[in-house]
């Protein structure tokens, strides 16, 4: 079967460094995905990670353990306009399974 | 810059119409989706194609049908539109063949309401 964890919601405050962890179990697995999504807007994308280890883009880093079937984003110096859904997305052989998302509402 | 256009914002239709989502994509891309997004649900995948006149199922085909006969444009059928077919419907594509990652570009979705 297929399945995603991910926390629903995270709430943080601005400045401060976050953390959403994904759990996934999928067939065929290639590598993860994360999305990022502001309310009624469309789906942006993030980071990839096909090996294990650390990725970083700017103030985003992602991680994937495929040992564990296990990631995470890391967010540092969290800005208000980083208020969003995100999305851990396996990617199978030629498509991505997206879950429920977590909402990130970054406080003053 | 990636432009993916979907034909309709908003769209109200009955139960039992044929509906036809439209999605064009200008970048020359091999690959595009379709997903309904629902609340508690996320996003999940109706079908793909990875190149014209080809298609594949998704995680949850029942009820759609797909059209490819150009590379820039894949249309969604909704072959006779239930209330269970609200919601937001995406639209993504993405470049490349077989295995591997690109990532995806999405339109700004349809919001259909079948009444």
């Known amino acids: 079967g297929q399945s995603l964890e991910q926390p629903s919601e995270v709430t943080a405050v601005e400045g401060a460094i976050v953390q959403i962890n994904c759990t996934y179990q999928?067939?065929?697995?290639?590598?993860l995905s994360w999305y990022q999504q502001h309310d009624g807007g469309a789906p942006t994308f993030l980071s990839y990670?096909?090996?294990?280890g650390l990725e970083e883009t700017g103030r985003f880093s992602s991680f994937l353990s495929r040992s564990d079937s296990y990631g995470y984003l890391l967010l540092q110096e969290l800005q208000m306009k980083d208020s969003a859904s995100y999305f851990c997305?396996?990617?199978?052989?030629?498509?991505?399974?997206f879950g429920t998302g977590t909402r990130l509402t970054v406080i003053p | 810059d990636v432009k993916v256009t979907q034909s309709s914002r908003y769209l109200v239709k009955r139960t039992g119409e044929k509906v036809f989502l439209e999605c064009v994509q200008d970048?020359?891309?091999?690959?595009m989706f379709w997903y309904r997004q629902d609340p508690g649900l996320g996003l999940r995948l109706i079908y793909f194609?990875?190149?014209?006149?080809?298609?594949e199922k998704g995680d949850i085909p029942e009820g759609y049908s797909v059209s490819r006969e150009k590379k820039e444009r894949f249309s969604l059928i909704l072959e006779s539109a239930s209330t269970n077919q609200t919601s937001m419907y995406l639209c993504?594509?993405?470049?490349?063949?077989?295995?591997?990652?690109?990532?995806?570009?999405f339109g700004d979705g349809t919001r259909l309401s079948i009444l």
């Open positions: 970048m020359d891309h091999e690959n």
């Open positions: 194609s990875y190149d014209v006149k080809m298609k």
């Open positions: 993504a594509s993405s470049s490349g063949t077989g295995l591997g990652h690109q990532p995806q570009h």
């Open positions: 999928t067939s065929g697995f290639y590598g």
């Open positions: 990670n096909a090996l294990d």
């Open positions: 997305a396996p990617l199978r052989a030629n498509n991505l399974f």
